[in-house]
């Protein structure tokens, strides 16, 4: 090791699912939404006034803030807006979990949270989840540093009710819990009623599924104005101008057309209760998903032979290898109905 090497920040990052360039594929990978983005958002796009493009965007995003805070019946201070909820997530570490305590989340989970607390020097205990791959709520009762899990959780797609929720949250009132809600939207029961009592709860939130605007990078938390404000001053302190005009601009048109986003909602659901069906058929077995995304496992077909030949057939699934409990296991995405016609044609032949 070189002599300055010693003083790196060294890290192992986060490895996002694969994004192919190619265009003949089904990407049923990274739990994006098969559905165009809301109508308004195109129209603003193709009449936007590039010349204010020139200038810094608000740094507040107030627009957008003032569209999400309407929409959930909040007010402007009591949301953060950022570059996806990868940003926000990250602010909220950073601003909340500096206790020196170690912080909880489950083991099987979103693999950015262990990156996150690396990155930031966070002490942290995985709780394994339980036979049923359910997050055991006993384990959150001990002392700890902060709270993280994404509800429903992610690989799994399995939705804690909200009575579950709150007993956690209304255990740990000392530290600050955060509930990443990315897949609410698919049928989970939001914590949002919780946060008119407890004033240590942050939501998550992202327009890059249910709202169909990855890559847009849009997403935000909830919380109270006081804690809200913690993590603005974080924020500022990094970076004042993270949400450029073009993403602000979109992300109003995104979350006002609540017409169209219960309509691209609901056939994803009604796709994923199709191919729940399908799946067991076919022999598959299956965690009760309220995600846009089934996590698979076959008792005669391993993962790692499924994996590559569907990828053959150009479509592409996920699969994580470790931890060991679910290698055997892929998370496939909801994808429209056609798609999803295409993925059984080829599990139909394959398994037979
Ligand atoms: C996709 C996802 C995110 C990140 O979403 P972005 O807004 O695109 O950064 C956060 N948490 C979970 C659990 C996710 O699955």
């Given at each position: ?13 986060y490895?996002?699912g694969?994004?192919?360039?190619q265009?003949?594929i ?6 994006e939404?098969?559905?165009?983005p ?6 603003a796009l193709?009449?936007?006034?590039v ?10 995003a107030?627009?957008l803030?003032?569209a ?13 807006v ?6 926000v997530?990250a ?12 912080i ?16 930031f ?16 709520s ?19 797609g ?24 990315a ?14 009592k ?10 890059s ?13 909830l ?21 450029n005009q ?76 470790n ?15 056609d798609?999803?016609e ?11």
């Amino acid at each position: 090791m070189k002599a300055w090497e010693k003083n790196i920040r060294s890290v192992i990052p986060y490895v996002p699912g694969e994004q192919p360039q190619q265009s003949e594929i089904i990407k049923l990978n990274t739990n994006e939404n098969p559905y165009p983005p809301a109508p308004g958002v195109v129209e603003a796009l193709r009449s936007m006034d590039v010349d204010l493009l020139r200038r810094y965007p608000d740094p507040s995003a107030h627009d957008l803030v003032k569209a999400i805070a309407e929409y959930h019946g909040l007010q402007t201070d009591q949301v953060f807006v950022g570059v996806g909820s990868d940003d926000v997530l990250a602010m909220a570490f950073l601003t909340c979990f500096n206790s020196g305590k170690p912080i909880l989340f489950p083991d099987i989970t979103y693999s950015f949270y262990d990156v996150w607390a690396n990155l930031f020097r966070i002490p942290y205990d995985k709780q394994p989840l339980d036979e049923d791959f359910l997050i055991r709520s006993k384990d959150y009762q001990k002392e700890n540093g902060g709270i993280i899990f994404p509800n429903p959780n992610a690989p799994t797609g399995i939705a804690k009710p909200l009575d579950e929720i709150e007993e956690i949250v209304s255990q740990n009132q000392n530290v600050i819990v955060i509930i990443d809600e990315a897949y609410i939207d698919f049928g989970g029961e939001s914590a949002l009623p919780l946060l008119a009592k407890y004033d240590h709860l942050l939501i998550a939130r992202t327009f890059s599924k249910s709202r169909s605007l990855a890559g847009m990078r849009i997403g935000y938390l909830l919380g109270n104005p006081e804690l809200i404000g913690y993590i603005h001053n974080c924020k500022y302190s990094f970076n004042s101008y993270t949400m450029n005009q073009t993403a602000i601009d979109l992300g109003i048109e995104a979350i006002r057309d609540d017409a169209y986003f219960l309509a691209c909602t609901q056939k994803i659901i009604e796709t994923r209760e199709w191919a729940k069906e399908q799946f067991r058929s076919l022999g598959f077995e299956f965690l009760d998903s309220k995600a846009n995304f089934l996590f698979v496992t076959h008792p005669n077909h391993s993962a790692e032979d499924i994996f590559p030949a569907l990828k053959k057939e150009g479509i592409f699934v996920r699969h994580f290898k470790n931890p060991k409990r679910i290698r055997n296991y892929l998370r496939i995405s909801i994808g429209t109905r056609d798609e999803m016609e295409t993925l059984f044609a080829f599990f139909k032949r394959f398994i037979s």
